[in-house]
């Protein structure tokens, strides 16, 4: 059993559920990175389709994704080496087998931040800020992406940590995170820093997390669908129709996260939208919890289940 707060937000933005304490404040971990990205757009970067959903990103170390990273990187004349996120080896299971296999050490550009760093990197030379200490809280583009998030949330950031990638982190309330997302997808202007960030993370989920990852495959399932996950079991998920949802697991298990987040998305409606994969959606609902059974590790076990009372 897992603890937790969720919040289910209707089409006219009303509460159509809640549970737990949604305006107590929470770090967001990467779900803040919508907004950091956005924070960067409005500062001058100047990166679009791929390149700006993996300024986004949570990615898993795929070949595509390291890439696209270093793209961004030489477009500022430089290489992995100017990337301050802690080295480590791809998330995706095929690309780290092939890390493992040819003897190649963990790595700053696999760390699934590096998308961030890399935008973070560019919007320096941009701005023709110091690229050394880009990370302290101090910092030019730290402290103006710190101004865009509370301009965002309409509130200022309850709490600063620093996050697993070494960026500051900001605590927020569930509601205001959801409010973030939800006006991102809705809004009439398409051509706002959050509106292009939210659609280049739409256009191309396989840049946003991987390939194998439930983000990327929900919003393949769903039309019109962000999602987003942050470390320690966070989620917000939201439709163009208004839609939206946010989830917090207390004890930081992505297990039941998951199947929370499914879970409210059923509650919200989402097997209805028009194009849906409701097939797709229920099998990332129930992430399985697998036993030995017959077979010689043919595995049988129990099913995580959410429900929304």
């Not at 477009?75 to 802690?86: H, I």
Request: glycine share 12%; hydrophobic share 40%.
């Amino acid at each position: 059993m897992h603890f937790g707060r969720v919040l289910g937000v209707a089409r006219d933005g009303s509460t159509a559920f809640s549970l737990g304490d949604v305006s107590a404040p929470m770090h967001p971990r990467s779900t803040n990175k919508l907004m950091q990205a956005a924070g960067m757009v409005s500062l001058g970067l100047d990166l679009s389709g791929e390149a700006l959903a993996l300024s986004a990103a949570s990615h898993w170390g795929q070949p595509k994704h390291v890439a696209a990273v270093r793209e961004v990187l030489g477009r500022s004349g430089l290489d992995e080496g100017a990337l301050r996120c802690p080295p480590a080896l791809p998330e995706d299971a095929d690309a780290k087998r092939v890390a493992v296999e040819s003897r190649q050490p963990a790595a700053r550009i696999f760390h699934g931040c590096s998308g961030k760093h890399a935008a973070m990197l560019r919007t320096c030379t941009i701005n023709n800020w110091p690229r050394d200490e880009y990370l302290e809280p101090s910092h030019p583009l730290q402290e103006a992406l710190r101004r865009f998030v509370e301009v965002t949330i309409g509130v200022p950031v309850s709490h600063v940590a620093i996050d697993g990638c070494g960026a500051p982190a900001w605590a927020m309330p569930l509601t205001q995170l959801v409010d973030a997302y939800r006006g991102a997808v809705t809004s009439d202007d398409r051509g706002s820093a959050m509106a292009r960030v939210a659609d280049a993370m739409r256009a191309h989920p396989d840049y946003v997390c991987g390939d194998a990852s439930e983000v990327t495959g929900l919003m393949r399932a769903v039309p019109g669908l962000l999602v987003k996950d942050g470390a320690e079991s966070v989620y917000v998920a939201a439709l163009p129709d208004g839609r939206a949802c946010a989830v917090k697991i207390s004890d930081g298990g992505f297990r039941a996260g998951q199947a929370v987040l499914v879970e409210s998305l059923r509650a919200l409606g989402v097997p209805d939208v028009p194009g849906v994969d409701a097939a797709e959606v229920d099998r990332w609902g129930s992430p399985p919890l697998s036993g030995h059974g017959p077979g010689h590790g043919s595995g049988h076990g129990v099913v995580i289940q959410a429900q929304i009372h």
